[in-house]
């Protein structure tokens, strides 16, 4: 079987190619290896500089070589947007729309609850839901989980709208190389990823 190694030290999701190994003649397969077909075999080691490898699709892809700074800088921003609507998920365990916009009225009767302001409806959907998750939650317990994950959400909307904004004009202002691009574009996303990473600790 053929194996493919990509670059797992930068973080854009279309990785350079580093190696190929064949089992048949290679005893050790490094463990970040991935497996492709003869074919895919064949054609990256023909079209090497012009492959990469889709870390998100787990594929290898073709990239143009003639490509403008212009279309480059357009690609890296549709990266960045895709990177945030992907933690935009993450965040939201990929709700659904209708589910998410259900969401603010449950943030506003959970605070009327918690004020001892809600009156005998709003407290009725409350104790319907905590009836129905069946996790032996009262209507204050419920109601105090959900504006807390209100208050994360909040958070979250917060920090991932001004990292994908800011990064999206520091990318349109950028005037360089295509190398010079991916190397900004690999550093926007780990600063992104550290900024996220501690989102996350303080909600664990």
Known sequence: MKFLLYDTSSTGNLRKLKGFF???ENPVIPESAVPITDETWDD????YRARRYDVT??????????????????QAQQSIADFATSIRGQIT???????????????????LV???????RQLVSVELEAEKRNKGETVEELAAKQLAKADM????????????EADLTTVAAFDGTAEELQTLLDTLRAEAEAELAAFYAKYQ
């Open 22 to 24: 064949d089992d048949a």
């Open 44 to 47: 990256c080691s023909k079209n």
């Open 57 to 74: 699709n787990s594929k290898v892809v073709t990239i143009d070589l003639t490509l403008s700074l212009d279309d480059l800088k357009q």
């Open 93 to 111: 365990n990929n709700a659904d729309a209708a589910k998410i916009a259900g969401w603010p009225r449950k943030e506003r009767i959970a605070e």
């Open 114 to 120: 918690l004020s001892g302001s809600a009156d005998a």
């Open 153 to 164: 959400y909040s958070e979250a909307s917060v920090l991932i709208d001004g990292i994908e």
